[in-house]
C-alpha cells in the first residue's frame, strides 16, 4: 500500500516525539511491504517565525492532498505574549476547523506492566478500557464573540459556548457508532444544570439513542464525571463530551494510564484525511533534553494504521511492540518516581523497534 503522510512537527517536544514515530512507521512499512511518502510541512510557533502565520497556505494545501497528518504539538513561552492572531494554538484550531475533523477520538487503556505502578490502585485501572470522544470544531474554543469588552466602565472579556443541531448531532452519532463495536454503553458529559448548550445536547443525545435501542445512554455532569473518572473508571465505554470537557477530562483520564505521555488521538472529518497527534502539548519544559515520551506519537501512529489505512494488523502490532517494549521494565522519566533509573525519547522508541 502506498500513502503519503503530511508530517506537521510543530514545536517543542513536537519534532522530537515525531521522528520517533516516523521511525515505527518507517519499520512497519518494510516489516508489511508498504510505501510511505512523507511531506513536512510548518505550523504553530514556527509557521510563525517563518512566515507569520500559525498555519500557512501551502501547509493547508500539503495537507488536503495528503492520506493522513501526524501532528506532534504547537506552542511556547516564546509566541505566548503575541497577539492572538498570532497564537500557534490559532494553526491548531484553525487546520481542525478547515478540514472539518469534528471529532476526536482518544482511547484510554493501561498497558500490563504499568497496572502495578499506576498511581491509582491496580483494581481500579486493571483492564480498563475507554474511548473519549471530544467534540473539536465547535463550543467554547470556536464560539464567537470572545474578544476583550468593556464592562460598566471596567476592563471584561467574554467567549461564547456555541453549538448548532447539526454539530452536536453528527458528534453523538459518531458516538453511537463506536459503542455499537465496543460494550455498547454511552456517557454523555455535560452541564445541563446550568448550561442553555448542554440541554439542547442532552436532548439531542436522547433523540439519537431512540435509533440505537441496543446501546445504553446514560447523562452525568462534567464536575461529577472528573471525579468518577479516578473512583470508578470502568464504568465509561465511550464518553461523549463538548470540546473544552474533553481537553480537561482526557488530561485527567492520562493519569489512568500512567503518563499524559501515553495517550494518542485521532481527529476525523466525515471524509478527507484525519489528523493523528499525542494529546500532550510541546511540553516546553522538557523539550531539547530527550525526556519526553515518544510512545504517546508512537500509538498515534497506530491509530493512523487503523483508522486512516485499514491496517488493523499493522496497528495491533504497533500496540503489542509497545507493550512488550514496556514489559522489559524500561521507562521514560515521565513514568518514573524518585531515583529510579529512565531512558532517552529515541531509546525508548529503540526498543519498541526490536519488538516491533
Ligand atoms: P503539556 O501537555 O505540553 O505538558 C504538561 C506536562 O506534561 C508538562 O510537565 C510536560 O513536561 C509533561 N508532558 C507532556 N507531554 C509529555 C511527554 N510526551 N513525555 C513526558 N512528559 C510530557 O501542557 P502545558 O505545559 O500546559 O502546555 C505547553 C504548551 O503546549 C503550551 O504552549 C500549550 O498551549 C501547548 N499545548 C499544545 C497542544 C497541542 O499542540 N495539541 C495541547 C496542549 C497544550
Ligand atoms: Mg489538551
Known amino acids: 500500500m502506498k500513502k503519503t503522510i503530511t508530517l506537521l512537527p510543530g514545536d517543542g517536544i513536537g519534532p522530537e516525539v515525531t521522528t520517533e514515530a516516523i521511525r515505527v512507521l518507517d519499520k512497519v512499512a518494510e516489516l508489511f511491504g508498504h510505501s510511505f511518502v512523507y511531506q513536512s510541512a510548518a505550523i504553530g510557533g514556527i509557521a510563525i517565525d517563518q512566515y507569520e502565520n500559525p498555519l500557512p497556505d ?167 464525571a472528573a471525579m468518577q473518572l479516578i473512583k470508578h473508571p470502568k464504568q465509561f465505554d465511550v464518553l461523549v463530551t463538548e470540546n473544552l470537557f474533553g481537553d480537561i477530562l482526557s488530561d485527567e483520564a492520562s493519569m489512568i494510564s500512567g503518563s499524559l505521555g501515553l495517550l494518542p488521538s485521532a481527529s476525523l472529518s466525515s471524509n478527507g484525511p484525519g489528523i493523528y497527534e499525542p494529546i500532550h502539548g510541546s511540553a516546553p519544559d522538557i523539550a531539547g533534553k530527550g525526556l519526553a515520551n515518544p510512545l504517546a506519537a508512537i500509538a498515534s501512529v497506530a491509530m493512523m494504521l487503523k483508522y486512516a489505512f485499514g491496517l488493523e494488523d499493522e496497528a495491533d502490532s504497533v500496540m503489542s511492540a509497545i507493550n512488550r517494549a514496556l514489559d522489559t521494565g524500561i521507562r521514560t522519566a515521565d513514568l518514573v518516581y524518585g531515583n529510579q533509573e529512565y531512558v532517552s525519547t529515541t531509546e525508548m522508541t529503540d526498543v519498541v523497534l526490536q519488538h516491533l
Not at 458529559?189 to 435501542?213: C, G, H, M, T, Y
Request: charged share 30%; proline share 4%; net charge negative.
Open 58 to 224: 501551502e501547509t493547508l494545501s500539503l495537507c488536503r492532498e495528503s492520506d493522513a497528518i501526524l501532528l506532534g504539538a504547537v506552542g511556547g513561552p516564546k509566541w505566548d505574549a503575541n497577539p492572538s492572531h498570532l497564537r500557534p494554538e490559532k494553526g491548531l484550531l484553525r487546520i481542525r476547523k478547515e478540514l472539518e475533523l469534528f471529532s476526536n477520538l482518544r482511547p484510554v487503556s493501561i498497558y500490563n506492566s504499568l497496572i502495578a505502578e499506576s498511581t491509582i490502585k491496580e483494581d481500579i485501572v486493571r483492564g480498563i478500557d475507554l474511548m473519549i470522544v471530544r467534540e473539536l470544531t465547535g463550543g467554547l474554543y470556536f464560539g464567537e464573540p470572545s474578544e476583550r469588552l468593556d464592562i460598566n466602565g471596567e476592563e471584561g472579556a467574554v467567549d461564547t459556548l456555541t453549538y448548532s443541531r447539526s454539530e452536536i448531532e453528527r458528534i453523538i452519532r459518531m458516538a453511537f457508532q463506536l459503542a455499537e463495536v465496543r460494550r455498547k454503553k454511552i456517557i454523555s458529559v455535560d452541564k445541563a444544570n446550568v448550561l442553555e448548550s448542554s440541554k439542547l445536547w442532552r436532548q439531542i443525545a436522547n433523540e439519537i439513542a431512540e435509533e440505537f435501542p441496543h446501546i445504553e445512554l446514560e447523562h452525568m455532569l462534567v464536575d461529577n
